[in-house]
């Protein structure tokens, strides 16, 4: 207990005295520890969340294309869409006794960028965004009538447009906002009767409207017969004629299902694409900027050894000048194991303080990047969910930090006591 | 038995051309319990190797330190380093307070490695001292006079059996000097601690009533030096 009131005091004042040093190395311990955080939670929390684990589709049908542009496209609201698809593809598994559940979309406008998807209430009532989560309502909305101009928006629509419940809007043309004065406007007016609550997904980034509207609004032409067709208010438009842009495909049976459809759609067939397991194709994308990732982890793995580095610079550059410190010391009774575990603790104190600011910095990187991957694709990141690099990184940091204190301690260690007693100039 | 005897004590140095140079050659020395001793030698006389000695800082080629009938001498470097925080008190002439620690962190310094940190009495010290409102003042922000006073209360700080002082006057002016002297004294006195003081000033070894002159004492300062006039061989006034 006495050694450690001793050691404790040592540092304190060593720590105080090279206040400069003390601080360049606290802060670049805490830009690196924050770092290696940031990356691989980020890494972690994106992975997770964009494999799609608990959403309530197993596959997503569309045209004949990119699997990975169908997902993006219909499940996360990116990209283009690949093309259109015959109503009688999305009528047909509707009735399959192997489909346990197949909502459309068909895009093709927005509003103030964000886009505009006609689909059924099926998405309301049956669909689950996250394991056991349906689309609930802020208070005050209802889903809407799909005979009616009503739309319902997702909550971060209401929240960065004029969107809100009883607002009245009428689409634009096109699934991203057109430059300013080149942007055509649809005539028709659309009434938001529904707010849903958050989902921390990108149907919050959706403006819902009813099927009929998309096929029904001025200036679109449905080609589902391979011939343009173009609805008449007031009559109903022939199945033939209707096209979806993407189902979303819930199957009975499990993952034989899904392979069945695979051959059969994929396979076999040339008219869709089926795009299944959706982790798997989302993986790609993982795959494709995997590279990204581990160049990443390289850079700040490198910014930690720097950082070590700096505190066993900092350290080390000090030690001629405390020679006669540890002098001192010595001749007031302190052993050579005193002296040299202090040097240790100090620097594995410069480290504790760099990895315990290394979390302001982890939490000001993810929440930047959060920001960012929620507005552009709608996915929430929770900064305060955990993740082993956040005990980790910080207890691997305090150890490379007594590492780096080694050398210098070895020196300390070695101060002759008689010949450091003098002062020198 | 003596609280300190040296017998046959050699130490040499090896010198940068490798010839082996003795600075130190004590046949015998002794200090009673609470006595209060000065130490005169020219300078290069070995006074300070004597001290380190003493002290356990360096450990002697050949012969005995006793301390209360234990010899240093024969001890771990870490049974000396804990002899040094437990039984001793150390004043060096330059001080050697630590530049980062306040007055009061200092006498600290001097308990912790020993008996352990004991605020009232580091206080009680620098306030007996008249340091009362120095506490918190770093050396550099002291008087040479009041730095001197903070490392009288550092060596007393662990309640030393033997207190060992360098040149403890050597960068103070006259009046100072006869001050700090008077002060070491009294609390060693106070204390219960013997003193061995080390100086070349006549004026500091006139206060004391037993002076050794280390030039008759250590052979080897003997055989390179001619012996100093002050003191009587013997180390004994009459």
Redesign the interface.
Known sequence: MKALIGLSLIVRRSLRQHALSTIVTVFSSAIAIGLVMGVFHLNAQTRQAFLLDGFGADAVLGARGSKLQLVLNSVFHLETSPGNLPWSIYAEMRQNPRVELAIPYAVGDNYRGYRIVGTTNELFDRFEFARGAKLALQSGGVFFDPALREAVVGSVVAERTDLGLGAIFQPRHGIAAAPSGAEIVHPEEYQVVGVLEPTGTPLDRVVFIPLEGIFRMEGHELRGTGESFRPVAGESIPDEHKEVSAVLLKFRGGPMTGRFFDTQINLQGKQATLAFPLAQVLLEIFQKLGWMVQVLRVVSYLVVVVAAASILAALYNTMNERRREFAILRALGARRRTVSSAIVLESSAIAAMGALLGLGVYAAIFSAAAFVVRRETGVVLDVFAFHPSLVIAPAAMVVLGALAGILPALKAYATDVASNLVPTS | MPLLEIQDLVKTYRAPDGEVQTVLDVARFELEAVEQVALVGQSGSGKT?LL?AI?G??RPDSGAVRFDGLNLAQLS??RR??????Q?G?V?Q?F?L????TAL?NV???M???P??DRAWARELLTRLGLADRLDHRPAQLSVGQQQRVALA?ALA?RPRLVLADEPTGNLDPERAQQALELLTGLCREQGAALLVVTHDARVSDTFERVVDLGTINRAARSATPAPVVGLAGGQRP
């Open positions: 190797t380190h002290a800082i360096l470097e870490a380093d804990a002899f040094r925080a437990q001793l150390y060096f330059t050697n630590l530049q980062g620690y962190e600290l310094l001097g912790v490695f020993g352990g940190p550092r662990n």
